[in-house]
């Protein structure tokens, strides 16, 4: 037998200990936590390495067509369990650490979150990294290798704080670092006759780390590029004595892959951004070029076995730079050369925010890729022959390059997130762009991978679904619907209700361990996690909270339903209303919590640092799932899929994903609140919304009035002058319009809550709902609707 096919645990107990003695080099009796972390990561590790091989044999014989995604964020979180999980070790591995006194659990827990990424959409790129290799589709995962990642964010007096992170402080222990796979990337200088002169150039440096797919079948690569200096070192400085000086190449070099930008939805329009996002796409391009040119001889085949998708606009210097690759490297001509570039590219929208639509100025782009302005001149130009469209549907309008429309003009297609995102691009900001390209705009609904998001975060609930259904659903989600079934079975519901009790008891420890607070686990846990952005209205909820607050003070003694509000998630350090309601919650907190009516009837908890981890750690205790956006701002949404899977029943507008979710789970299981997006559109007309809505609402009004008085901030009564302010003069994301109708909702929220065998019911409906929402199925249609790709499983 190879030894690497024993997974006997024996075989395992001995793989471990060899780790611990020949690569940490420690006894096992002084061995630290971190020792047996790195000792038992190598060794799942070791096991991934065979399927990665095998597949990456399987592609090349196969000649399958290879799918490259590339992602400015992979937001991956831990490795660890996750691995284990999905080759079918935990158990095994928990129990062979028990024998040496270890817990399995704190061994997990001492991994950092791999955090290269701000929120949903870097952490779309990693469930479908997963979802990817569960399925067998031949890809690669490119993007960058952040020192630091998102920062970690405290708070000091209520205000956010960030500091910096550092997850490659400690060896990482899933990559493979590849010198040989290097390449130069250029930077500024001059052009003449179409030959680039670059006056800067950094190496990309490749490390590898293999995904491993349900069952440990198929492992597909995510390779992240750091940046390193061409020229190591100035001797010549260093011999005349300038030491310092001498080290300058090195640092400028590493600046390229040194921070993630911590902006979600928004652009800063940075220099050092823009040569990170040129970084990813050349590195990338250069290295599937290389890649394909060692298979086959003929470029014109590049679309038949190439698949590149643009997560987003970040990634849309792919149009040029392929163009330019071709041309300068491989001696093809421009025409072809920006067919097969066209034929291999795609991209996904995520947003139709107009702040956050991404453009460079033509001087910045000029300065720092001379030659790739020319090039997306060129291919302005075409664009506007052909289409003889209106000046603003142009790439380059107004001295900026408007990255959206070269990304459309050069991609195959183009899709949204969600179906009504989806819809919303061909009738709105991509109007004109889809009438000129018809039938390029497409849907491919986001999903989330049930691996990690309920085998791996929800054991309990698992457990039950395998017990009730049979194995086998966690790669075909389709079948919770035979949950359904259960729905009148009050054996199975209150197994349901235990599950979720348990999790709830759980994380009122953990909160009362990092908190100090005390949670009633029979409390509804009403949870909002997410970035801290204007059109995501955690204001709403909070706003909500003050009112329930104030109800609860006038007449304590009333029948209500006890709640926990769970806030979590990080504001962009530049972002300063989403500060201010940071900031706000928690001096909410700190009055709520210590006000001696509330007892159990309302507390309100905001842990710092909102990350996957904690994100596997609340979503499967939420009873409610907040989902609350302004209708039509959010795209599509993942959180709200990751609750609806976990039995959490959602109180939400008709927005993104949300649409989808109540649809398949049934309307009369989901509490539905709000304005839909038309009436938000017609909302906007009327003059003076906000002031309108508030003096018909006596309710909010008092919340402003309380606010304003200065009651969560007697210190400085005008702390949150501004956020009052702008609720009734401006309210540019309508929490005021929807105020009433969400207290309405959550009313209804309260009276269910209190038949529980009833709540339970719909949680079951929930989950039975959730089958559609896997990652598996997007990728799916992603394989048959825009790569053309196949599975080699
Ligand atoms: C899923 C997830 C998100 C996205 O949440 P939304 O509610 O869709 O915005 C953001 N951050 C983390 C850590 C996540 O796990």
Redesign the pocket.
């Known amino acids: 037998m190879n030894a690497m096919s024993d997974f006997s645990s024996e075989a395992m107990r001995a793989r471990i200990a060899q780790h611990l003695t020949y690569t940490l080099g420690k006894d096992k009796a002084r061995a630290s936590l971190y020792d047996w972390r790195m000792a038992v990561s190598h060794t799942v590790r070791d096991l991934i390495v065979e399927p990665w091989f095998a597949a990456t044999r399987r592609t090349y014989e196969a000649q399958g067509k290879r799918v490259y995604y590339l992602s400015m964020e992979f937001?991956i979180?831990r490795i660890l369990e996750d691995a284990m999980i999905n080759l079918g070790l935990r158990q095994q591995i928990e129990a062979v650490l028990a024998e040496d006194g270890i817990a399995l659990s704190d061994v997990i827990e001492d991994e950092p979150d791999a955090a290269l990424g701000n929120?949903?959409l870097g952490?779309l790129a990693a469930c479908f990294m997963e979802s990817m290799s569960t399925i067998g589709c031949p890809a690669f995962g490119y993007g960058i290798r952040y020192e630091h990642g998102l920062f970690r964010q405290r708070f000091e007096g209520g205000r956010q704080v960030e500091t910096p992170e550092d997850w490659l402080n400690q060896p990482h222990p899933w990559e493979f670092e590849r010198p040989e796979a290097a390449y130069t990337i250029p930077f500024k200088g001059h052009v003449h006759d179409g030959v680039w002169t670059p006056a800067e150039t950094v190496l990309a440096r490749a490390y590898d780390t293999p995904v491993v797919g349900w069952k440990g079948e198929w492992a597909n690569t995510l390779r992240l590029w750091g940046a390193h200096p061409t020229e190591l070192f100035d001797l010549d400085r260093f011999n005349s004595g300038d030491h310092t000086a001498a080290a300058h190449p090195e640092a400028l070099a590493r600046t390229l892959s040194r921070v993630l930008y911590p902006e979600d939805a928004t652009d800063g329009g940075k220099e050092l951004r823009l040569k990170q996002e040129f970084f990813l796409v050349s590195a990338a391009l250069q290295d599937l070029l290389r890649r394909f040119r060692r298979e086959y001889d003929d470029l014109n085949l590049l679309p038949e076995k190439v698949a590149i998708q643009m997560n987003d606009t970040h990634p849309a210097l792919a149009g040029p730079e392929m163009i330019r690759l071709l041309m300068s490297d491989h001696g093809v001509e421009w025409d072809a050369a920006k067919r097969i570039a066209q034929g291999c590219l795609n991209y996904t929208n995520h947003t139709l925010l107009p702040e956050a639509l991404e453009s460079w100025s033509t001087w910045l782009m000029g300065r720092v890729l001379p030659r790739h302005m020319q090039i997306i001149e060129r291919i302005d130009a075409e664009h506007r022959a052909a289409t003889d469209c209106a000046p603003e549907l142009g790439i380059v309008h107004n001295d900026q390059v408007h990255m959206g429309t070269l990304a459309f003009v050069m991609a195959s297609h183009v899709n949204g997130v969600s179906a009504l995102h989806s819809d919303l691009m061909q009738n709105t900001v991509f109007a004109g762009l889809d009438a000129a390209y018809p039938n390029r705009i497409l849907n491919q609904t986001n999903g989330?991978t049930p691996r990690r998001w309920m085998r791996l975060a929800n054991p309990a609930l698992s457990g039950l679904i395998t017990d009730m259904i049979g194995a086998g659903w966690e790669d075909d989600l389709g079948r919770l619907s035979e949950l359904a079934a259960f729905e009148d079975d009050a054996e199975v519901i209150a197994r349901l209700r235990a599950a979720k009790r348990a999790n709830k008891v759980a994380l009122a420890e953990w909160v009362r361990e990092r908190l100090g607070v005390t949670l009633d686990p029979d409390a509804m846990f009403d949870v909002q996690?997410?970035?801290i952005h204007e059109y995501?209205r955690q204001l709403l909820n909070i706003f909500e909270t003050i009112a329930r607050w104030q109800a609860i003070r006038q007449d304590p003694e009333a029948d209500w339903t006890p709640r926990v509000k769970i806030f979590g998630g990080k504001a962009a350090p530049g972002y300063w209303v989403a500060k201010d309601i940071i900031r706000l919650i928690n001096d909410v907190a700190a009055v709520v919590n210590n006000d001696p009516l509330m007892r159990d009837r309302l507390k309100v908890i905001y842990p710092a640092n909102?990350?996957?981890s904690?994100?596997e750690r609340l979503i499967p205790a939420a009873d409610l799932s907040e989902?609350i956006s302004t209708a039509g701002k959010?795209a599509?949404?993942?959180?709200?899929m990751?609750f609806t899977m976990n039995g959490a029943l959602t109180i939400g507008t008709l927005d993104g994903a949300n649409v989808e979710i109540r649809e398949r789970v049934g309307a009369e299981n989901f509490f539905l609140f709000g304005m839909d997006a038309d009436a938000v559109q017609a909302r906007y007309l009327v003059a003076d919304h906000g002031r309108k809505a508030i003096l018909e609402s006596p309710v909010l009004a008092e919340v402003l009035q309380i606010i304003a008085d200065g009651r969560f901030s007697p210190e400085e009564p005008g702390r949150y002058h501004g956020i009052v302010d702008a609720t009734w003069n401006h309210d540019p994301f309508l929490v005021a319009s929807d105020f009433d109708a969400y207290l309405a909702a959550q009313a209804q929220v309260d009276a269910a809550f209190k038949d529980q065998d009833h709540w339970h019911r719909l949680a079951l409906r929930n989950i039975a709902g959730a089958g559609h929402f896997s990652s598996d199925r997007t990728i799916r249609g992603y394989m048959d609707e825009v790569w053309g790709a196949r599975s080699l499983l």
């Open positions: 937001l979180g929120g949903g952490r989330v996690i997410k970035r995501k909102y990350n996957v904690m994100a989902q959010e599509s949404g993942t959180g709200n990751k």
